[in-house]
């Protein structure tokens, strides 16, 4: 680092600390961001080649208007990078026809309406053969969906950023903060730096921080695992998806490198205490579940996965992110608790995050969003 005062320190350099140091030094403002692994590493909640990008949001309508930010905000960084970051393969979610998920979803489109298509399972196979859905099934399919090269993104806020001049700082760990009224004084295991205000966006180890306040963010450990076939399940042929199937939901994204088609499951807690006990042996229940939903609805993918690879959510009470002042300090604001469906925000994390340090608050509809929700407000 060449300076030890800045305007706004980040804390943490995973998917959302980089979208936001990327937007503070694209508006001149001076940021330092500290990481304590190196820039693309693999122990936190960002890898793995890709990420769902989708406008059908079942989880909650307030999220389309972020959505559409995010969107703008996705393209208009690409223009500044020279590989795709955003595909538009489509996005499928299918369920049983008559599952609460799709009725979310009905009401999300009818809220913010957005073109999409409602298929039966048989429609579904005209599209794409590779599923095989039950009859009973229904389907939307959002042609705004797709994915996001995760890596290549990551890569793309974290050059730019140090491109606007943020100073970036890898293999660092943060081991401590205090805030007074003259700022922020940070110290990591290499050096103490100063600032006016603080964003933390430490992902999964984010929960210490929050259970002084009561709000319990949980670690869950997810598997993702890639089957070897690559040319029906390529981005030009093949969508991303989630599928409500037996009680549970999995997701998937198209074939865009040798490993092949990803597939994960996204709702069966397997909760872990820090994010470095994550490193465990894969058990025989998540490797059934995913088998058993393979074997049903991608019977040509035959049941074995060829690359495995463990990745982490910090899960609110409410799956709902947080992104807002510190309850206790006033020039310390929240980033986190993505809850396993954060990424294709990043873009809008950023803007966001960057307006509440700056101004003091966002033009974007982020109440929900706030703490305040964890304290009865
Ligand atoms: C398997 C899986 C699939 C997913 N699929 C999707 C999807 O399809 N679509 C979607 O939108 N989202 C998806 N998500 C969610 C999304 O990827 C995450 O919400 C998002 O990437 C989280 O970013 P983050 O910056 O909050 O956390 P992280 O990327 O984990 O970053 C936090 C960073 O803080 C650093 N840090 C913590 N403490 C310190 C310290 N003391 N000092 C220095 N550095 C520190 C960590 O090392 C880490 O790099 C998925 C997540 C997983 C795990």
Redesign the pocket.
Known sequence: LNKKTYDILV????????AIAYELAKRGVSVCG????SAR?N??????E????RKAYPEKPDYVPLLNRSYELWDELEQHWPEELRNECGFLVAAPGDSPYLQDLDNAYQQHPTQHEQWNASEVRQHFPQFSLPESYRAYFDPFGG??H?GRCLMAHQKLAERHGADLSFD????SWESSENGITLK?NKQIVQAKKLII??????KPELAKYDIQLKIWR???FWYGEQLQFAPERFP?FVIEHQSTGF?G?PAVSDKGVKI?E?NIPFEIEK?EDADQPLTDHEEEVINRCVADIFPMLGSRHQFVKT????VTPDHHFILDQHPEHENVLL??G?????????TVVGEVMTDLALEGKSNLPIDFLSLGRFFGK
């Open positions: 804390l943490g350099l995973g998917g959302m600390g980089s500290v990481e304590q692994y590493h122990k936190g909640g960002t890898h793995g890709s990420r769902i990008i994915f996001l995760v660092e760990a943060v081991q990591t966006a430490s992902g999964a180890w984010m997810r598997v993702i991303s997701y994204l994960g996204h994010p990745c982490l959510y910090a980033a986190g993505f809850s396993g469906h954060g990424y294709k925000f990043a």
